[in-house]
């Protein structure tokens, strides 16, 4: 009997260290490992130049905040996306990555532009938590049923907010509506997509904004939904 192909997932990670990209990433080890993957972990980006490694790439899960990146390797993992590898990732670790990149921006659909404070500045101690607000993430109920987001409801949040700049490309699947509040420049709430997928080519991409730390990514619902989303993007 011919065993099964073992499936491959990159993980690459780095960035801004406040979102713990080594700490939210090893949390899902295990996961891949029950789930038939070889792991391998990179903390830089230019793997995505190694062209015949990325050819058997299944899935990327990125969690590499703001940096920058070369020309070849974001070359590099355009092409591996279009020729059918997933690309996973949550909050500034793929939404807030290679801000300068127009190609990449297109590749994500989706790029963080603020987290609202919870209060006004005078009121801020000047620390992470001054961004921790109370939230919903909004199911998009006729998508309830797709497989990322099938039998969970809405639920809340006390962490960072996303606002995120975006397009009608993307399969929106959650989304967060930031509140106006009097110290806010903006006039009226404005909701802004939480979850989504994007087929790029013969691959797809799943973004989920939750996932600050490894306690956002641990609880109950954001857990499952990073979980599947990388099932679902996988090739």
Known sequence: MTPSKKKHALIVRGGWDGHQPVETTDA?????????YEVRVEDETTVYTDT????????????????TIAGDELRGLIAAVRNGAGLAGWHGGIADSYRSSSDYLQLIGGQFACHPAKA?????AGEAADNFVRHTIDIVSDRADHPIVAGITDFELTTE?????????NDVLATTTL??????????PVTCPAIWTRLWGEGRVFVSTPGHDLAVV?????????ERGILWASR
Do not use: K
């Open 52 to 67: 015949g490694y990325m050819a058997g790439v299944d899935v990327v899960i990125q969690t590499n905040t703001m940096s």
């Open 161 to 169: 907010q996303y606002w995120v700049l975006s397009d009608d490309y």
């Open 218 to 226: 641990q609880e109950p619902n954001v857990r499952t939904i990073i």
């Open 179 to 188: 509140a106006a509040r009097d110290f806010d420049p903006w006039h009226r």
């Open 28 to 36: 899902f080890l295990p996961f891949l490992d029950e789930h038939g």
């Open 120 to 124: 006004v500045p005078d009121e801020l």
